[in-house]
Structure formats: structure tokens, C-alpha cells
């Protein structure tokens, strides 16, 4: 086994304020990042504080910037840099700091609360459900999400603009909207929802202008921009021009103004 010692540079410091803090710390071959912040806490800064669960790439907690770039540090080897290159370790910048590389992820948890869940088809018992494969295998690649909020921080709509965070429910929760509109059993239109003007009008659909630097740091490899927020752009752009949905709404407008 190969060893050789690295250089780190890992953000310490609180809600107050902090900086990067430079060490050198022992590398072993086959390791990964979150093994070398491991390392720092057990050899060189017993409180560090980090977040982490499964070292398996499954929990979504280990998520940070490395080098700049949204990652899990579970699943980023070190033979991906130079052996004479500083790492640069910081907590995600679109979250507020709790301490060190921990960050308060809770404007997720609420964005997640804001859209409607599933609305059962009416007379249909659980369990006979029936739908195309092809249905249920678009709604599975959104189903892989681990809940690690790369993408929510690496969106430039709130990453450098925390005052669009109450308008935008980032793209995580946007594709949770798509993954509901396009379920065919969804029963929210007869329930009087309808999920393409939320998500234009309570999930800031607009903002997302589709350049796809949420799909780019994706560790389960979903198209969320290709297979989620295009398509449920063109549905809601559909709903708006279609002539049929604008007589429908119209009449249905009239009929509320006149109640004989
Ligand atoms: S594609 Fe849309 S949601 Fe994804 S990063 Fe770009 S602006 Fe944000
Ligand atoms: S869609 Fe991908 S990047 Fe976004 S939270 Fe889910 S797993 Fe993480
Ligand atoms: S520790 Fe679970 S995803 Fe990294």
C-alpha cells in the first residue's frame, strides 16, 4: 500500500464567520475525501465538524464543496487530484453554516412540504394501481434522488441570490412536481389542482433558465433538467396556449363571475 501526505484546506468557523485553515494529512491508495477529513478529526482537529451517515453514497449528508464543485465526499476518490494539489474542502454556499462543514439544510424540508403529494385516483383500492411500464420507469429515475441538495446548491437562481429562495423551489422539488404531473394515476386536476400553474406560480418554475448545472453534479446521474424541468416547462407552456385550455379556463372564469 501506497501512502503519501496531501495537502487540505478546509473551511472552520460558525454562523459568525471563519476561513480556510491549512494541513497536511496522510493519504492512503483507494481512499476518498470524507476518509481524509476522518483522518483530521482523529489525528489534528478532534472538532471538526462534519455530516455523514452511510460512506456509501446512499444518505445524501456528506454533501460539501470540493475545489468548488458540489460534491458527495463519500464517493470522491482522491486519485482524482494531482498528489501535489491542495484540496480545498468548504461547506455548501447556498445553505447557512451551522459550523464547519456542517450546513442548515432546512429551506429544502420546506420547499418539500410546499408541493401537494400524490392524490389517489377515486375508486381505485391501493394495491391495483396499474399503469405502462414506460410511466413507471420515467417516475423511477426521480425516485433515485438521495437528498443531498447538490443541485439545490449549485443553482445559480438562489446560490448567489438568497432573495429568490422564497419564490423557488429549486430543482429537486421542481422535479418532484414533474415526477407527479406526468404520473398517470395522479388524481390532482379532478381534485381541483392544477400542478403546471404551481409550478409556474408557487414553485417559480420561470426562474429556471435550463443550463443544466444541477444535472452536472447529480451523483445518481438523473436528467433532471432533460427528463423533468424541460418537459414540464412544455406542459405548462402547453396549458397556457393551448386554445382548448384558454376557452375552458375563460368559460370556467365566466361561470364563477355568473352564478345563474
Ligand atoms: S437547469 Fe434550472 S434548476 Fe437546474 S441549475 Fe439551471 S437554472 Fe437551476
Ligand atoms: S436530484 Fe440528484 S443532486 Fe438533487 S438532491 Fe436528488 S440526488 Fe441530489
Ligand atoms: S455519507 Fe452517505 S452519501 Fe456520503
Known amino acids: ?58 444518505c445524501g449528508s456528506c454533501s460539501a464543496e470540493i475545489n468548488g464543485r458540489p460534491r458527495l465526499m463519500c464517493m470522491t476518490r482522491m486519485s482524482v487530484f494531482e498528489r501535489d494539489e491542495t484540496v480545498t474542502i468548504t461547506p455548501l454556499r447556498a445553505f447557512p453554516v451551522i459550523r464547519d462543514l456542517v450546513t442548515d439544510v432546512s429551506f429544502n424540508y420546506a420547499k418539500a412540504r410546499e408541493v401537494p403529494a400524490f392524490v389517489p385516483p377515486p375508486g381505485v383500492a391501493a394495491g391495483a394501481y396499474r399503469m405502462q411500464q414506460v410511466d413507471v420507469e420515467r417516475s423511477q429515475e426521480f425516485r433515485k434522488c438521495i437528498e443531498c441538495f447538490l443541485c439545490q446548491d449549485t443553482c445559480h437562481v ?50 429556471c433558465n435550463i443550463t443544466k448545472c444541477c444535472t452536472e453534479v447529480c451523483p445518481e446521474g438523473i436528467k433532471i433538467t432533460d427528463n423533468a424541468l424541460i418537459p414540464l416547462k412544455e406542459r405548462a407552456v402547453d396549458r397556457k396556449y393551448d386554445p382548448l385550455v384558454w376557452l375552458g379556463n375563460k368559460i370556467r372564469r365566466r361561470s364563477a363571475d355568473d352564478p345563474r
Open 1 to 58: 500500500m501506497t501512502t503519501y501526505d496531501a495537502r487540505f484546506r478546509v473551511w472552520r468557523g460558525d454562523a459568525e464567520g471563519g476561513g480556510l485553515r491549512d494541513f497536511t494529512v496522510e493519504v492512503h491508495d483507494g481512499e476518498v475525501v470524507l476518509d481524509i477529513v476522518h483522518r483530521l478529526q482523529a489525528t489534528q482537529a478532534s472538532d471538526l465538524a462534519v455530516r455523514w451517515n452511510c460512506k456509501a453514497g446512499k
Open 158 to 207: 438562489v446560490r448567489d441570490h438568497e432573495e429568490n429562495k422564497a419564490a423557488f423551489a429549486g430543482p429537486r422539488f421542481l422535479m418532484r412536481v414533474a415526477e407527479l404531473d406526468m404520473h398517470p394515476l395522479d388524481a390532482a386536476a379532478d381534485a381541483g389542482l392544477d400542478r403546471k400553474r404551481t409550478a409556474q406560480e408557487e414553485h417559480g418554475l420561470g426562474y
